[in-house]
């Protein structure tokens, strides 16, 4: 009978609400069965106890299930620090018996149950003087429980405090010490226990409330929080801080009555100051957008399949399974990434961005931003990731996946297309109506290379490869390279039309960098359970070659002209770097995305909803992917590679040959090529040029003049007479007085063989520089800004035009003969003499 007692009913597995007030007391004759029924039933209980002891110690008993404990999961960057804590509605962290103090074991022991490793889970002495306590008040005003009892309620019967649940209680505290033990009783009750503000266990709460590990905890501290346990809101240390101290105090006292400590030792510990430094409760994440995309790619990624057979079983692992996550993110990147976003965009009117840089040699992503403000309330926007969820057309970024696909299909760098301003291409199958397409600004620029045609973003000339290659292949070496999607295959893929994710522009840069092998980006190195075991486990980091070694270099070589000399020079990096510009259609898409053989990232700068087009007066200046995009790169990338050594890209030296050739016309150079359009090239055997740039037969006999030491105006006009085209550059010389020609090019001489209409390169002293920078004239009048410019040494040109191209200006900053916007912006240093382009607002 003793046995079937005391298994008793099965359990209910309600779950106990700790703060859900106990029913009211009733009154009258309700009131006194009620207190007729504790008395009898309490009574009953501790007979049975009494009377059931022997059986409970040693005859076998069902084991009692008890639900496994909820447990903080933590994820941490590369170097171990911590990203995010993740939790559900409840934070605990479990920890071993023997990592707890023990003087914070004997102070909860001392306060919550002295006679603990006497009782056999129900104490008789105790449970007697609740049932005189609840009989006088009609309720249970003392619950008389065991810490054994406390984690059957925690962990099995839960519910309201009445005599029912109470029988079942010691029922089920009287099978767990038989079952357990008191070791593992008292460490899964202190595991589990709640401590407030959403702190269960003693290592959650030695954190909430000290910032430390349950293990560095002294005495003091392990006596506050052993007060806390019997109500932390009325001993809330940080709301009542006197409390929890009178509290901690009567800890002390009773730690001493019980021989846990001597009177001395209280004494001191009561003298100490509570010493709290409390963390932050609110869940704020470090890297916000990376721990989005973690958390993302653990649930929706079958790689991590060791988690749970579907997305939801993996949150519930993640959320509730105490993993150690540890993840690729470098923090030095990671803050660069972040600083280079602010400098970039300082005010809050300004558009957003997304950034994601990748380790090319690994596939690790770095860094990753994916808007302003996780945490802002005031944004609907603030949580959506800009950097791996929104898909933003590309533009001209695109341009090297085409610029591949040729390459993999026999083009040269060197073969010529025509690019005139506009040009209408005729339909294909499935495009049935003529494809219209203008270069930006619509340039004409007549016939260029394919190198020109990518250092400069020739739209019309990336259309005639569209045309000959088809839409299928480019998308296919997209795919290659590392985007993910599927995407539309019509020509206007070429210029960038397709929607992508920074984070699969970023995979592709990535895969340049590494010389054609493309690997997966990946976020997370390793994953161990709360027992310390491996359940994830990055695999190898070989990747797949999808693209000949041969063809990258090639892309990559073109790539680093577009940066040293092309739309992208303000990304320079001062060691070789590789990159391309986009700027979409109607602006609301600006990027910039580049390599060096050690990081590879993707910029995308522009608004959430993505219809606002960057031009003034929406934004400080007109934005496209050589300006913002481009110095936020720069920022970036100067910041996380710092003092690390500059790596050159690799050269597949045993298929490749080297010729100086004349970079302004792709053939090789004469005597008569000026020295600066000379450079050594490297290209595939049998690819090189062959032809010098002038034959005999187009060359005139005439006399070059010396004009050194001649003032500027008199050399330039000397030349003019002998026929030649006059380029006039600054040198600064130390030792000439400005204005005075210094150098020539070609050198001076009689009968000298020169091709028809030579340029002649005139080198003219200057005052005390060679480089100036652009003074910041937004806002001012026309005639201050072209004053201040000239005054610095530029040549400058004047559009008067409203923002969005039409004759009407509309909006609050409209001013009539305003400087709304100059290019190159204000802050870039450029060479003495540059042309700067002031865009003003018409005047009537």
Known sequence: ????????????????????????????????????????????????????????????????????????SVIHDAEGRVLAELHGEINREVVELEAMPGELRDAVLAIEDARFEDHVGVDVRGLGRAVLRNATHGEVVEGGSTITQQLAKNTVTGGEPTLERKIEEASVALRLEAQLGKAAILERYLNEVYFGHGAYGVQATARRYFSR?????????????????????????????????????????????????????????????????????????????????????????????ALGATPTERAEAIFRGGLEIETTLDPRWQASAEEAVEATLPEPDDPRAGVVAIDPQTGEVRALVGGRDWHAEDDDSSRFNLATQAARQPASAFKPIVLAAALEHGWTLDDQLEAPAEEEFEPVPGEPEPWTVSNFEDRDHGIVSLREATTNSVNVAFAHLAQELGAARIAETARDLGVQRDLAETRAIALGSAEVSVLEMASVQATLASGGIRREPTVVREITGPDGETVYQRGAIDGERVL?????????????????????????????????????????????TGFTPDLAAAVWIGFPDGTRAM??????????????????????????????????????????????VDVTRGCLPTRFTSPEDVEERAFLEGEQPT??????????????????????????????DEGFAVEVEPLFDASRPPGVAIEQQPAPGDDVDLPDGWEAVVRVSSADRTRVTVPDVLS???????????????AVDVVQQCPDGGETCTGARHRPGAVWDVTPGHGRELPIHDRVEVFAYPEP
Do not use: N
């Not at 029924?37 to 009953?44: D, I, Q, V, W, Y």
């Not at 905890?217 to 009178?246: F, I, N, R, Y």
């Not at 201050?784 to 610095?792: G, S």
């Open 1 to 72: 009978m003793c046995r079937r007692l005391l298994q008793g009913t099965r359990p209910s597995g309600d779950r106990h609400d700790p703060d859900r007030p106990p029913d009211r007391p009733t009154t009258g004759g309700v009131m006194h069965a009620r207190r007729l029924a504790l008395l009898a039933g309490t009574a009953a209980l501790l007979g049975l106890a009494g009377a059931c002891s022997p059986v409970v110690t040693f005859a076998p008993v069902d084991e009692v299930e008890l639900r496994p404990p909820e447990q903080t």
């Open 213 to 305: 590990d349950v293990e560095e905890l002294g005495l003091a501290e392990s006596a506050l929080l052993a007060g806390v346990l019997q109500s932390p809101s009325t001993h809330d240390p940080l709301a009542d801080p006197e409390a929890a101290k009178a509290r901690r105090d009567l800890v002390l006292e009773q730690m001493a009555r019980h021989g846990f400590i001597t009177e001395e030792e209280a004494q001191a510990a009561r003298t100490r100051d509570l010493d709290l430094q409390p963390q932050d409760e609110a869940d704020e994440w470090a890297a916000p957008y990376f721990v989005d995309h973690v958390l993302r790619e653990l649930q929706h990624d079958e790689r991590f399949g």
């Open 548 to 592: 000949d070694e041969t063809t990258a270099w090639q892309v990559t070589d073109a790539l680093t002209e577009v940066v040293s000399r092309g739309t992208g020079e303000r990304a320079h990096l001062e060691r070789p770097t590789a990159g391309k510009t986009g700027t979409s259609q109607r602006r609301a898409d600006a990027w910039f």
């Open 615 to 660: 031009v003034p007066p929406t934004t400080r200046t007109r934005v496209q992917g050589g300006t913002w995009p481009a110095e936020l790169f720069a920022r970036f990338g100067l910041g996380a590679l710092g003092d690390l050594p500059a790596s050159e890209f690799a050269v597949p030296e045993e298929r490749l040959v080297h010729r100086e």
């Open 691 to 720: 032809e010098p740039c002038e034959d005999a037969e187009t060359a005139t006999t005439g006399d070059v003049p010396d004009v050194a030491g001649v003032p500027e105006e008199e050399a330039v006009t000397r030349l003019r």
């Open 780 to 794: 001012a009048s026309l005639d201050e800004a072209e004053a201040r410019l000239r005054d610095e040494g530029f």
